[in-house]
Protein backbone atom coordinates (compact mmCIF):
# COMPACT_ATOMS: atom_id res chain seq x y z
CA UNK A 1 0.00 0.00 0.00
CA UNK A 2 0.99 3.61 -0.95
CA UNK A 3 2.00 5.69 2.72
CA UNK A 4 2.03 9.36 2.01
CA UNK A 5 5.28 11.18 2.62
CA UNK A 6 3.53 14.37 3.81
CA UNK A 7 4.82 14.67 8.06
CA UNK A 8 1.92 14.23 10.48
CA UNK A 9 1.89 17.10 12.61
CA UNK A 10 3.37 15.02 15.46
CA UNK A 11 5.84 14.50 13.30
CA UNK A 12 6.35 17.94 12.25
CA UNK A 13 6.73 18.35 15.75
CA UNK A 14 9.65 15.87 16.10
CA UNK A 15 11.59 17.49 13.35
CA UNK A 16 11.05 21.33 14.37
CA UNK A 17 14.11 21.50 15.73
CA UNK A 18 16.67 19.15 13.26
CA UNK A 19 18.31 21.29 11.25
CA UNK A 20 18.27 18.97 8.36
CA UNK A 21 14.76 17.57 8.50
CA UNK A 22 13.23 21.51 9.07
CA UNK A 23 14.63 24.00 6.88
CA UNK A 24 13.79 26.64 9.38
CA UNK A 25 14.94 25.02 12.58
CA UNK A 26 18.51 24.73 10.22
CA UNK A 27 19.00 28.66 10.71
CA UNK A 28 18.49 28.28 14.94
CA UNK A 29 19.77 24.88 15.58
CA UNK A 30 22.77 23.33 15.42
CA UNK A 31 24.37 20.22 14.47
CA UNK A 32 27.07 17.52 15.83
CA UNK A 33 28.47 14.72 14.53
CA UNK A 34 30.46 12.49 16.42
CA UNK A 35 33.36 10.46 13.92
CA UNK A 36 33.44 7.41 16.10
CA UNK A 37 33.06 4.92 12.89
CA UNK A 38 36.00 4.39 10.89
CA UNK A 39 35.15 1.06 9.10
CA UNK A 40 33.21 0.43 6.30
CA UNK A 41 31.20 -2.56 4.65
CA UNK A 42 30.61 -1.37 1.08
CA UNK A 43 32.59 0.85 -1.76
CA UNK A 44 31.19 3.62 -4.00
CA UNK A 45 32.72 4.51 -6.57
CA UNK A 46 33.24 7.51 -5.84
CA UNK A 47 35.01 7.07 -1.98
CA UNK A 48 38.20 6.66 -1.57
CA UNK A 49 38.30 5.15 2.32
CA UNK A 50 41.48 7.40 3.40
CA UNK A 51 39.07 10.62 3.48
CA UNK A 52 35.90 11.30 5.42
CA UNK A 53 32.46 9.61 4.09
CA UNK A 54 31.26 11.32 1.09
CA UNK A 55 27.46 10.23 2.32
CA UNK A 56 27.57 12.72 4.65
CA UNK A 57 30.75 14.86 4.73
CA UNK A 58 33.17 16.75 2.26
CA UNK A 59 36.20 15.11 1.33
CA UNK A 60 39.41 15.47 1.11
CA UNK A 61 39.79 16.15 5.11
CA UNK A 62 40.62 13.14 7.32
CA UNK A 63 38.79 13.24 10.97
CA UNK A 64 40.18 12.26 13.71
CA UNK A 65 38.53 9.09 14.54
CA UNK A 66 36.64 9.22 18.64
CA UNK A 67 36.61 6.29 21.25
CA UNK A 68 32.94 6.17 22.49
CA UNK A 69 34.38 7.67 26.03
CA UNK A 70 36.16 10.51 23.93
CA UNK A 71 33.05 11.16 22.20
CA UNK A 72 30.88 11.28 25.55
CA UNK A 73 33.56 14.07 26.89
CA UNK A 74 33.08 16.17 23.83
CA UNK A 75 29.33 15.84 23.48
CA UNK A 76 28.93 16.87 27.08
CA UNK A 77 31.73 19.81 26.55
CA UNK A 78 29.71 21.07 23.47
CA UNK A 79 26.23 21.01 25.08
CA UNK A 80 27.19 22.45 27.86
CA UNK A 81 28.44 25.52 25.95
CA UNK A 82 26.33 25.61 22.47
CA UNK A 83 23.15 25.94 23.84
CA UNK A 84 21.22 25.69 20.32
CA UNK A 85 23.03 21.97 20.25
CA UNK A 86 19.64 19.93 19.55
CA UNK A 87 21.04 17.12 17.65
CA UNK A 88 23.85 14.97 17.63
CA UNK A 89 24.47 12.45 15.06
CA UNK A 90 26.81 9.84 14.07
CA UNK A 91 27.31 9.83 9.87
CA UNK A 92 31.24 8.46 9.86
CA UNK A 93 33.90 8.61 8.53
CA UNK A 94 32.79 4.90 7.34
CA UNK A 95 29.62 3.22 7.52
CA UNK A 96 28.02 3.74 11.51
CA UNK A 97 26.33 0.19 11.62
CA UNK A 98 30.07 -1.54 9.91
CA UNK A 99 30.91 0.11 13.91
CA UNK A 100 28.07 -0.99 15.56
CA UNK A 101 29.46 -1.65 19.13
CA UNK A 102 31.33 2.36 18.94
CA UNK A 103 27.99 3.99 17.23
CA UNK A 104 25.17 2.33 19.69
CA UNK A 105 27.86 2.66 22.86
CA UNK A 106 28.70 6.81 21.70
CA UNK A 107 24.33 7.00 21.70
CA UNK A 108 23.58 5.51 24.89
CA UNK A 109 26.09 7.80 26.43
CA UNK A 110 24.89 10.53 24.93
CA UNK A 111 21.02 9.61 26.05
CA UNK A 112 22.13 9.32 29.60
CA UNK A 113 24.40 12.67 29.40
CA UNK A 114 22.89 15.48 27.46
CA UNK A 115 18.88 13.85 26.84
CA UNK A 116 17.50 16.73 25.73
CA UNK A 117 19.41 16.21 22.39
CA UNK A 118 17.81 13.97 19.59
CA UNK A 119 20.10 11.11 18.46
CA UNK A 120 20.28 11.32 14.36
CA UNK A 121 21.86 8.07 12.19
CA UNK A 122 23.11 8.00 8.76
CA UNK A 123 23.87 4.96 7.16
CA UNK A 124 24.39 3.18 3.51
CA UNK A 125 21.72 0.81 4.98
CA UNK A 126 23.63 -2.62 4.61
CA UNK A 127 22.91 -4.26 7.92
CA UNK A 128 20.12 -1.60 9.06
CA UNK A 129 17.84 -4.45 9.41
CA UNK A 130 19.91 -6.23 11.82
CA UNK A 131 19.77 -3.18 13.99
CA UNK A 132 16.17 -2.07 14.21
CA UNK A 133 15.90 -2.95 18.39
CA UNK A 134 18.88 -0.80 19.23
CA UNK A 135 17.71 2.09 17.18
CA UNK A 136 14.25 1.89 18.96
CA UNK A 137 15.48 1.24 22.29
CA UNK A 138 17.88 4.14 22.36
CA UNK A 139 15.07 6.03 21.32
CA UNK A 140 16.68 7.14 18.30
CA UNK A 141 13.90 9.05 15.76
CA UNK A 142 16.14 10.07 12.91
CA UNK A 143 18.09 7.69 10.68
CA UNK A 144 19.46 8.90 6.58
CA UNK A 145 20.13 6.15 4.51
CA UNK A 146 21.95 6.51 1.40
CA UNK A 147 20.25 5.27 -1.40
CA UNK A 148 21.98 6.11 -4.96
CA UNK A 149 19.41 3.20 -6.84
CA UNK A 150 16.88 0.97 -6.67
CA UNK A 151 18.19 -1.16 -9.87
CA UNK A 152 20.83 -3.28 -9.49
CA UNK A 153 21.70 -2.14 -13.26
CA UNK A 154 22.62 1.05 -12.18
CA UNK A 155 24.10 0.38 -8.53
CA UNK A 156 26.31 -1.96 -10.08
CA UNK A 157 28.54 1.09 -11.74
CA UNK A 158 27.89 2.84 -8.55
CA UNK A 159 29.05 -0.30 -6.00
CA UNK A 160 32.12 -2.26 -7.12
CA UNK A 161 31.64 -4.83 -3.88
CA UNK A 162 29.61 -4.91 -0.34
CA UNK A 163 31.29 -7.81 2.38
CA UNK A 164 28.31 -8.89 4.56
CA UNK A 165 28.93 -11.70 6.88
CA UNK A 166 32.41 -12.52 5.97
CA UNK A 167 31.55 -12.88 2.17
CA UNK A 168 32.53 -10.45 -0.72
CA UNK A 169 30.07 -10.02 -3.23
CA UNK A 170 30.93 -8.04 -6.49
CA UNK A 171 29.20 -6.85 -9.13
CA UNK A 172 25.18 -7.12 -10.17
CA UNK A 173 24.85 -9.29 -7.07
CA UNK A 174 26.65 -6.33 -4.54
CA UNK A 175 24.58 -3.79 -5.80
CA UNK A 176 21.52 -6.57 -6.08
CA UNK A 177 22.03 -7.47 -1.76
CA UNK A 178 22.93 -3.35 -0.75
CA UNK A 179 19.60 -2.03 -2.35
CA UNK A 180 17.28 -5.04 -0.78
CA UNK A 181 18.67 -4.25 2.12
CA UNK A 182 18.61 -0.40 2.19
CA UNK A 183 14.80 -0.93 1.13
CA UNK A 184 14.21 -3.71 3.62
CA UNK A 185 15.56 -1.61 6.57
CA UNK A 186 13.64 1.62 5.26
CA UNK A 187 10.15 0.25 5.46
CA UNK A 188 10.97 -1.65 9.20
CA UNK A 189 11.70 1.46 10.53
CA UNK A 190 9.22 3.82 8.47
CA UNK A 191 6.69 1.08 9.62
CA UNK A 192 7.90 2.25 13.07
CA UNK A 193 7.36 5.74 12.98
CA UNK A 194 10.87 6.44 12.71
CA UNK A 195 11.77 9.13 10.15
CA UNK A 196 13.66 7.99 7.90
CA UNK A 197 15.64 10.70 5.67
CA UNK A 198 16.96 8.94 2.22
CA UNK A 199 20.07 11.02 0.92
CA UNK A 200 21.05 10.63 -2.65
CA UNK A 201 24.09 11.29 -4.69
CA UNK A 202 23.36 12.80 -8.38
CA UNK A 203 25.84 11.30 -10.38
CA UNK A 204 25.66 12.35 -14.29
CA UNK A 205 25.66 9.33 -16.90
CA UNK A 206 24.83 7.06 -14.02
CA UNK A 207 22.02 7.34 -11.76
CA UNK A 208 20.71 11.19 -13.15
CA UNK A 209 17.58 9.94 -14.87
CA UNK A 210 16.64 6.83 -12.21
CA UNK A 211 16.22 9.05 -9.43
CA UNK A 212 12.94 10.09 -9.96
CA UNK A 213 12.27 6.35 -9.73
CA UNK A 214 14.42 6.02 -6.60
CA UNK A 215 12.36 9.08 -4.80
CA UNK A 216 8.77 6.90 -6.13
CA UNK A 217 9.70 4.10 -4.49
CA UNK A 218 11.06 5.22 -1.15
CA UNK A 219 8.43 7.29 -0.73
CA UNK A 220 5.98 3.86 -1.15
CA UNK A 221 7.94 2.46 1.80
CA UNK A 222 7.22 5.62 3.62
CA UNK A 223 10.40 8.22 3.64
CA UNK A 224 9.92 11.48 5.09
CA UNK A 225 11.99 13.16 3.19
CA UNK A 226 14.63 12.68 0.07
CA UNK A 227 17.97 14.77 -0.25
CA UNK A 228 19.80 14.82 -3.32
CA UNK A 229 23.10 16.20 -3.42
CA UNK A 230 25.88 16.85 -6.29
CA UNK A 231 28.44 14.00 -6.67
CA UNK A 232 31.91 14.90 -4.96
CA UNK A 233 34.48 12.83 -5.99
CA UNK A 234 37.04 11.92 -3.38
CA UNK A 235 40.96 12.46 -4.70
CA UNK A 236 42.06 8.85 -5.84
CA UNK A 237 38.69 7.34 -6.00
CA UNK A 238 37.30 5.48 -8.92
CA UNK A 239 34.82 8.20 -10.33
CA UNK A 240 38.22 10.62 -10.51
CA UNK A 241 40.48 7.60 -12.26
CA UNK A 242 37.13 7.65 -14.66
CA UNK A 243 36.78 11.47 -15.07
CA UNK A 244 33.04 11.58 -14.01
CA UNK A 245 31.93 15.28 -13.75
CA UNK A 246 29.68 16.75 -10.56
CA UNK A 247 26.22 17.86 -12.34
CA UNK A 248 25.30 21.09 -13.30
CA UNK A 249 23.65 23.55 -10.79
CA UNK A 250 20.77 23.79 -12.71
CA UNK A 251 20.26 20.08 -13.73
CA UNK A 252 20.23 19.17 -9.62
CA UNK A 253 17.82 22.29 -9.77
CA UNK A 254 15.35 20.51 -12.71
CA UNK A 255 15.79 17.43 -10.68
CA UNK A 256 14.90 18.65 -7.16
CA UNK A 257 11.67 20.15 -8.95
CA UNK A 258 11.04 17.61 -10.64
CA UNK A 259 10.93 15.13 -7.28
CA UNK A 260 9.03 17.82 -5.63
CA UNK A 261 6.17 17.87 -8.48
CA UNK A 262 6.21 13.97 -7.49
CA UNK A 263 5.23 14.49 -3.83
CA UNK A 264 8.23 14.23 -2.56
CA UNK A 265 9.60 16.56 0.48
CA UNK A 266 12.74 17.43 -0.94
CA UNK A 267 15.29 18.88 0.96
CA UNK A 268 17.41 22.03 -0.28
CA UNK A 269 19.60 23.41 2.62
CA UNK A 270 21.93 20.05 2.38
CA UNK A 271 25.75 21.03 3.15
CA UNK A 272 27.46 17.95 2.63
CA UNK A 273 28.96 18.04 6.40
CA UNK A 274 31.85 16.31 7.31
CA UNK A 275 31.26 13.41 9.79
CA UNK A 276 33.44 15.64 12.54
CA UNK A 277 31.00 18.78 11.77
CA UNK A 278 29.87 20.87 14.81
CA UNK A 279 27.49 23.83 14.45
CA UNK A 280 24.47 25.48 12.28
CA UNK A 281 24.53 23.90 9.09
CA UNK A 282 27.49 25.89 6.59
CA UNK A 283 29.46 26.01 9.49
CA UNK A 284 32.27 24.22 11.08
CA UNK A 285 33.00 24.77 14.67
CA UNK A 286 34.71 21.55 15.19
CA UNK A 287 38.21 23.77 15.86
CA UNK A 288 36.09 25.71 18.35
CA UNK A 289 36.19 22.68 20.63
CA UNK A 290 39.29 20.73 20.84
CA UNK A 291 38.96 17.78 22.88
CA UNK A 292 41.52 18.37 25.30
CA UNK A 293 40.10 21.74 26.12
CA UNK A 294 36.75 19.81 27.50
CA UNK A 295 36.55 19.64 31.35
CA UNK A 296 35.98 15.77 32.01
CA UNK A 297 32.52 16.73 34.24
CA UNK A 298 31.15 19.79 32.54
CA UNK A 299 28.21 21.34 33.43
CA UNK A 300 24.94 21.16 31.89
CA UNK A 301 22.51 23.68 32.56
CA UNK A 302 19.05 21.83 31.08
CA UNK A 303 17.25 24.33 32.64
CA UNK A 304 19.37 27.39 30.74
CA UNK A 305 19.31 24.79 27.62
CA UNK A 306 15.03 24.28 27.73
CA UNK A 307 14.87 27.96 28.16
CA UNK A 308 17.15 29.24 25.25
CA UNK A 309 15.43 26.74 22.67
CA UNK A 310 12.11 27.55 23.86
CA UNK A 311 13.20 31.39 22.88
CA UNK A 312 14.12 29.90 19.03
CA UNK A 313 11.19 27.95 18.71
CA UNK A 314 9.09 31.08 19.33
CA UNK A 315 11.44 32.80 16.99
CA UNK A 316 10.76 30.04 14.46
CA UNK A 317 6.90 30.08 14.86
CA UNK A 318 6.91 34.24 14.09
CA UNK A 319 8.84 33.44 11.32
CA UNK A 320 6.97 30.62 9.57
CA UNK A 321 3.94 33.20 10.22
CA UNK A 322 5.56 35.86 8.63
CA UNK A 323 6.21 33.73 5.65
CA UNK A 324 2.69 32.07 5.35
CA UNK A 325 1.24 35.69 5.32
CA UNK A 326 3.90 36.88 2.32
CA UNK A 327 2.76 33.60 0.18
CA UNK A 328 -0.51 35.02 0.70
CA UNK A 329 0.57 38.26 -1.24
CA UNK A 330 3.12 36.95 -3.44
CA UNK A 331 2.86 36.15 -7.20
CA UNK A 332 4.99 38.63 -8.56
CA UNK A 333 7.76 38.07 -11.35
CA UNK A 334 10.70 36.10 -9.55
CA UNK A 335 14.48 37.42 -9.13
CA UNK A 336 17.28 34.71 -8.45
CA UNK A 337 19.79 35.77 -5.68
CA UNK A 338 22.67 34.68 -4.52
CA UNK A 339 23.89 34.58 -1.22
CA UNK A 340 27.96 34.68 0.15
CA UNK A 341 27.53 33.65 3.85
CA UNK A 342 29.56 31.86 6.37
CA UNK A 343 25.92 31.17 8.44
CA UNK A 344 23.87 32.53 10.99
CA UNK A 345 21.00 33.40 8.39
CA UNK A 346 22.74 36.20 7.18
CA UNK A 347 25.40 37.77 4.53
CA UNK A 348 28.49 37.85 6.45
CA UNK A 349 31.26 36.29 3.15
CA UNK A 350 33.42 38.09 1.24
CA UNK A 351 32.81 36.75 -2.51
CA UNK A 352 36.13 35.64 -2.82
CA UNK A 353 36.38 33.59 0.48
CA UNK A 354 32.76 32.09 -0.20
CA UNK A 355 33.23 28.13 -0.50
CA UNK A 356 29.38 28.20 -1.18
CA UNK A 357 25.93 30.16 -2.04
CA UNK A 358 22.81 29.63 -0.99
CA UNK A 359 20.64 30.05 -4.20
CA UNK A 360 16.99 31.97 -3.81
CA UNK A 361 14.02 32.98 -5.35
CA UNK A 362 11.85 35.91 -4.50
CA UNK A 363 8.87 37.98 -5.98
CA UNK A 364 9.29 40.86 -3.67
CA UNK A 365 7.29 39.18 -1.05
CA UNK A 366 7.99 35.96 -0.34
CA UNK A 367 11.55 34.24 -0.54
CA UNK A 368 12.11 30.75 -1.21
CA UNK A 369 15.47 28.56 -1.21
CA UNK A 370 16.57 26.65 -3.89
CA UNK A 371 19.40 25.11 -2.89
CA UNK A 372 23.40 25.39 -2.04
CA UNK A 373 25.95 25.59 -4.73
CA UNK A 374 29.43 24.73 -3.69
CA UNK A 375 32.59 26.30 -5.17
CA UNK A 376 36.62 26.70 -4.89
CA UNK A 377 36.99 29.47 -3.22
CA UNK A 378 38.37 32.42 -5.43
CA UNK A 379 41.17 34.26 -3.11
CA UNK A 380 42.99 31.91 -1.16
CA UNK A 381 45.02 33.16 2.13
CA UNK A 382 46.13 36.69 1.20
CA UNK A 383 45.52 36.71 -2.69
CA UNK A 384 44.47 39.45 -4.06
CA UNK A 385 40.64 39.75 -4.77
CA UNK A 386 41.79 41.34 -8.28
CA UNK A 387 44.18 39.40 -9.09
CA UNK A 388 43.96 37.02 -12.50
CA UNK A 389 42.51 33.97 -11.08
CA UNK A 390 41.04 32.82 -14.22
CA UNK A 391 39.62 29.43 -13.96
CA UNK A 392 38.01 29.44 -11.16
CA UNK A 393 36.13 32.98 -11.79
CA UNK A 394 35.27 31.29 -14.71
CA UNK A 395 33.91 28.40 -12.92
CA UNK A 396 32.34 30.74 -10.44
CA UNK A 397 30.59 32.87 -12.70
CA UNK A 398 29.07 30.35 -14.47
CA UNK A 399 27.40 28.65 -11.51
CA UNK A 400 25.71 32.26 -11.17
CA UNK A 401 24.99 32.73 -14.25
CA UNK A 402 20.90 32.43 -13.76
CA UNK A 403 20.95 34.95 -10.88
CA UNK A 404 20.30 38.31 -11.10
CA UNK A 405 21.40 39.45 -7.95
CA UNK A 406 24.57 38.71 -5.46
CA UNK A 407 24.54 39.81 -2.56
CA UNK A 408 27.85 39.62 -0.46
CA UNK A 409 30.36 41.10 2.22
CA UNK A 410 32.82 42.38 -0.05
CA UNK A 411 33.97 42.15 -3.34
CA UNK A 412 37.06 42.58 -6.00
CA UNK A 413 36.79 45.16 -8.91
CA UNK A 414 37.87 41.88 -11.22
CA UNK A 415 35.13 39.53 -10.27
CA UNK A 416 32.53 42.22 -9.87
CA UNK A 417 33.09 43.18 -13.83
CA UNK A 418 32.93 39.83 -14.73
CA UNK A 419 29.46 38.96 -12.76
CA UNK A 420 28.34 42.77 -14.53
CA UNK A 421 28.94 41.27 -18.19
CA UNK A 422 26.54 37.81 -17.77
CA UNK A 423 23.79 40.61 -16.23
CA UNK A 424 24.25 39.74 -12.46
CA UNK A 425 24.49 42.52 -10.04
CA UNK A 426 26.77 42.43 -6.96
CA UNK A 427 25.80 44.29 -3.89
CA UNK A 428 27.87 44.59 -0.89
CA UNK A 429 25.13 43.90 2.57
CA UNK A 430 26.03 42.62 5.36
CA UNK A 431 23.12 41.77 7.79
CA UNK A 432 20.14 39.45 7.79
CA UNK A 433 19.35 37.45 4.64
CA UNK A 434 15.53 37.64 3.98
CA UNK A 435 15.75 41.26 4.61
CA UNK A 436 18.12 41.87 2.60
CA UNK A 437 16.91 39.27 -0.65
CA UNK A 438 13.79 41.60 -0.21
CA UNK A 439 15.97 44.70 -0.09
CA UNK A 440 17.61 43.82 -2.85
CA UNK A 441 14.50 43.23 -5.62
CA UNK A 442 14.55 46.60 -6.34
CA UNK A 443 17.61 46.32 -8.24
CA UNK A 444 16.54 43.33 -10.39
CA UNK A 445 15.94 45.53 -13.44
CA UNK A 446 19.08 47.04 -12.74
CA UNK A 447 20.26 45.48 -16.77
CA UNK A 448 17.12 45.61 -18.41
CA UNK A 449 18.25 48.60 -20.23
CA UNK A 450 21.90 47.10 -21.26
CA UNK A 451 22.31 44.81 -23.94
CA UNK A 452 22.45 41.44 -21.75
CA UNK A 453 20.52 38.62 -22.05
CA UNK A 454 20.26 36.22 -19.06
CA UNK A 455 19.31 33.03 -21.35
FE1 LIG B 1 23.95 14.87 10.68
FE2 LIG B 1 22.77 13.79 8.67
FE3 LIG B 1 21.65 13.72 11.02
FE4 LIG B 1 21.77 15.96 9.71
S1 LIG B 1 23.74 16.02 8.50
S2 LIG B 1 23.52 12.73 10.49
S3 LIG B 1 20.64 14.17 9.09
S4 LIG B 1 22.30 15.65 11.83
FE5 LIG B 1 22.19 17.32 7.17
FE6 LIG B 1 24.75 17.56 6.79
FE7 LIG B 1 23.14 17.30 4.70
FE8 LIG B 1 23.53 15.28 6.32
S5 LIG B 1 23.18 18.99 6.12
S6 LIG B 1 25.07 16.23 5.08
S7 LIG B 1 21.57 15.99 5.55
FE1 LIG C 1 32.75 5.60 1.47
FE2 LIG C 1 30.58 6.08 2.89
FE3 LIG C 1 30.39 4.68 0.57
FE4 LIG C 1 31.51 3.59 2.75
S1 LIG C 1 29.36 4.23 2.51
S2 LIG C 1 32.33 3.56 0.66
S3 LIG C 1 32.60 5.34 3.66
S4 LIG C 1 30.96 6.85 0.79
Known sequence: MMQPSCISSEAEEEISRHPCYS????????????????????????????????????????????????????????????????????????????????????FARVKKYVPDVSLCLSTNGLTLYRHVDEIIELGIRHVTITINAIDPDVGQAIYPWVFDEGVRYEGREAAELLISRQLLGLEMLAKLGILVKVNSIMIPGVNDHHLPAVSQRVKELGATLHNVTPLIIAPGSQY????????????????????????????????????????????????DFPLEAMEAEPVINEEARAMFQSELDTKIRERVKAKQARRIQAGGPKTRVAVATRGGDKVNQHFGHATEFLIYDTDGADVQLLGVRKIQAYCHGKADCNGDKAATLQEIISILSDCRILLCSGIGDAPRASLNKIGVLPLVRKGGIQEAILESVKYSSYFENINISKG
Do not use: W
Not at 34 to 51: E, G, L, M, S, T
Not at 61 to 72: I, N
Not at 268 to 278: G, K, L, T, Y
Open 240 to 287: EADGRKAPRPKELLNLQELLGRDGMKVMRHCRQCRADAIGLLGQDRNQ
Open 23 to 106: EEAHRFYARMHIPVAPACNIQCNYCNRKFDCVNESRPGVVSEVLTPEQAERKVRGVAAQLMQLSVVGVAGPGDPLANPEQTFDT
